[in-house]
């Protein structure tokens, strides 16, 4: 009965020099044995998957695989990197350029300041007389 308890170690071919042997002799006298080996080959053999034959996959990448295309061989990272750094220089370089839009001069508000001083310090005056009264 012992022998019998090594049936799948048989079939898995992981039995090794003596114990094979001896696995061996034990199927010639063991009919169980024999039977169950040969019910564990015919599963195994049921539940291997088919394999398509090289020709029908071949063909099927050859049907579905991309064409290498013009640009294939270019190396378009690097281009596209030194692009990206021409056109931030280039943009850095124009807004230099630019006045400054948020820098007055000095002349202007002095001009500003002359046009409008006495109409805003007139009204502020009127909004200060209507809250007196009001207190």
Known sequence: MKECEQLLLYAKGELAGPERDRFAMHLVSCQA?????SFLR???AALTPFSAPQSAVDGLFAKTSRKPS??????WKPALAGA????LGMLIFWTGLQPDKAAFD??????YMSENLDAEYQSFADDLSALELEF
Do not use: N, Q, S, Y
Not at 84 to 87: D, R
């Open 106 to 111: 000095a002349r202007e508000v002095i001009a």
């Open 42 to 44: 015919k599963t195994e």
């Open 70 to 75: 013009f640009f294939a061989g270019l190396r």
């Open 84 to 87: 990206a750094v021409l056109g």
């Open 33 to 37: 044995c024999r039977e169950e080996l």
